[in-house]
Structure formats: structure tokens, C-alpha cells
């Protein structure tokens, strides 16, 4: 059998027609465009690479975008102060400080300092903590694994009683992408580097989310038939046959997996462009929650 394709980009855009169109409605009531604002520090290539895709995307879509660039030597009081300038700026309605922070900044402190009602990045305690209790609902859920659980309830909406295993447990995905899964009644794992037995643990996955940044880690064998895989990662190989010198892959063995599986992301075109659609996705909602 070969796996049927989650395709994240045509997902991505249907997504971002949305917005659009919701944008445009509130431009025509005479409402303001949402706003986003993003807080670069330092100079991090791939954070500017993802920062101006960011900023393209809201352009495409009709919201406005602020960008703030401190540098690498910027302190912490200098990093917070700026984040509550924003709080208190009324054209912005969602701020997003672009993670991984110089060492020697306090992520925890930076990101409490956001507003809830304008963290659509998710990461804020309060919205994680609603995220991780039963009867609680987070205002904002960080964007990577609301994207992946588009994908996955697209192949199976219901995932009551299946079993799901996430391959990672870092805060930006693995941790929150777990209790999204929790939520929606899938009997959950989580695996990382000290799981005994891992082959074996992840072949019991009728949902894998693979989410530990090793390229190509996951191969066809550890694949149980039929099961829906999500590959949130994005390594570069070196390949000299490639114009760039090298080529982009997930953190499973493409190839060999979709012999295996029922459902599959590619990697480019798979989580990436879910991404940026649920912070489009996110930032709305923050317009609307603000009036």
C-alpha cells in the first residue's frame, strides 16, 4: 500500500482564504485590521528566515505586521519593556517573540510578559496551564501542533481510544501537541531519548507525531500499518546533487514510510505551512476577542 498525502499546503491556503475573507468583512464593517507584532533579538538566520515569512503571510491575508529587532546584547529589562509597549499598543492585537532568545535571556519571563489575550503564539503559562486541565480552555493554542491536529482529524476525526505517540516533548511542540491529543480522548505517549524499546513503542502508534529533530530517525519498520503519521520535523541532508548542496527532510524515512502508513505529511509541505496558517488564524481571533 502506499500512503494517502496530508498535504498541509493546500490545507494551509484554505485556511488563509479564510482569514482573508474574514479580514476583508471586518475592513468593510469599518473595523480596524488585526495587527501582529513580532520581537526579533539577536540575528539568528533561520528566526529572520521565519520571521519575514511570517510578515508575508500576514500581508497576503490583509493583517497588518509590526516587526522590533533588538540585538543579541539586548537585556532582559530592555526585552520586557518592549513587550509591554506592546501590550499597551491598541494597533496590535497578537505578539510573537521569536524563540530560540540569545542565551542568557529568561524565555519563561519574557513570554509571561505578553498579554494572554495577545499571546497567539500560545506559549504563555496561563495558556498552556488551561491547555493541560480538564474543563479549562486556553484562549491561544501554540500554533505548530494546532496545525498538526488539523491534519490528523482530517484523516481520522475521531480519535477517541486510538493510540498516539509523540516522538519529542520540547515546550514548542512535543509537550502541548501531547495534551491536544489528550483532549481529544487519544490514549497518549510520549517518547524521547531515555524511552526503553522505542522501535517497538512507536510501532503501537495508530497516530505518530514526530517532533525530535533527527533526520530521518523514524524508518519503515517502525511504522504500524495504517497509521497516520506527522512529521513536524525539518533537517538539512548534505546532498551534493542538489542545486543548494543539500535537501530538506523530516524526522522520518519518507520513503519507507509511506509503504507503511495509511496517511502521511511530506516534508517540505506538510506541518510548515500549518503553521503560519493557525498564527493567521490566531491573530483574528485576537482582533475579534479585542472588538
Not at 520581537?39 to 500576514?58: E, F, I, M, Q
Not at 513536524?232 to 535537501?247: C, I, L, Q, S
Amino acid at each position: 500500500m502506499t500512503a494517502q498525502i496530508l498535504d498541509g499546503a493546500a490545507v494551509a491556503e484554505k485556511i488563509r482564504a479564510d482569514v482573508a475573507q474574514a479580514v476583508a468583512e471586518r475592513l468593510a464593517q469599518g473595523r480596524p485590521a488585526p495587527g501582529l507584532a513580532t520581537v526579533l533579538v539577536g540575528d539568528n538566520p533561520a528566526s529572520h528566515v521565519y520571521v519575514r515569512s511570517k510578515h508575508k503571510a500576514c500581508q497576503q491575508v490583509g493583517i497588518q505586521s509590526f516587526g522590533y529587532e533588538l540585538p543579541a546584547t539586548a537585556s532582559q529589562a530592555e526585552v520586557e519593556a518592549l513587550v509591554r509597549e506592546l501590550n499597551a499598543d491598541p494597533r496590535v492585537n497578537g505578539i510573537l517573540v521569536q524563540l530560540p532568545l540569545p542565551s542568557g535571556l529568561d524565555e519563561e519571563r519574557v513570554l509571561s510578559a505578553i498579554s494572554i489575550e495577545k499571546d497567539v503564539d500560545g506559549f504563555h503559562p496561563l495558556n498552556i496551564g488551561r491547555l493541560a486541565q480538564k474543563g479549562r480552555d486556553p484562549l491561544f493554542v501554540p500554533c505548530t501542533p494546532a496545525g498538526c491536529m488539523v491534519l490528523i482529524e482530517s484523516a481520522l476525526p475521531d480519535l477517541n481510544g486510538v493510540n498516539a505517540v509523540v516522538l519529542g516533548r520540547s515546550n514548542i511542540v512535543g509537550m502541548p501537541m501531547a495534551l491536544l491529543l489528550v483532549r481529544a480522548n487519544a490514549t497518549v505517549t510520549v517518547c524521547h531519548s531515555r524511552t526503553r524499546n522505542l522501535r517497538e513503542v512507536v510501532r503501537q502508534a495508530d497516530v505518530l507525531v514526530a517532533a525530535v529533530g533527527r533526520a530521518e530517525m523514524v524508518r519503515g519498520d517502525w511504522i504500524k500499518p495504517g497509521a497516520v503519521v506527522v512529521d513536524v520535523g525539518m533537517n538539512r541532508v548534505e546532498d551534493p546533487t542538489r542545486p543548494k548542496g543539500y535537501r530538506l527532510t523530516g524526522d522520518v524515512c519518507f520513503d519507507e514510510a509511506k509503504e507503511v502508513a495509511g496517511w502521511i505529511t511530506p516534508v517540505p509541505g506538510g506541518v510548515g505551512p500549518m503553521t503560519i496558517a493557525m498564527l493567521l488564524q490566531n491573530t483574528l481571533r485576537a482582533a475579534r476577542l479585542a472588538g
